[in-house]
């Protein structure tokens, strides 16, 4: 089993975590190709992810399968946008932490 790490991604996890529950149990490259063809900002960071999960564990991506997809909260950048009369109103821009998992396909699931 191996896995790789992604910190501080500029994305809300919410829309990432969407995602991550549909790839989840996939084979590796079956995932990698299906998220190629999903319209999300998440699905290209989460693809580059799993990529490098697989390539952690020195297994080809067919004998890879994703054993858990795990979206955490991250820090939230505070800033602010100019109003009326010189008031300024508040913009949380927030991030995200994306660990996948990956382990080795057995011979008795094949």
Known sequence: MARAILKFVRIAPLKAR???KQIQGMNAEYAIASLEFTPNKAAKIISKVIASAVSNSS???VDAIIKSARVDRGPVLK???PRA???ASPKHKPTAH???EVESVSKGDK
């Open 59 to 61: 297994l080809e991506p």
């Open 79 to 81: 800033r602010f946008t």
């Open 98 to 100: 994306i660990m996948i």
């Open 85 to 87: 009369r010189g008031s």
């Open 18 to 20: 969407l995602i991550a």
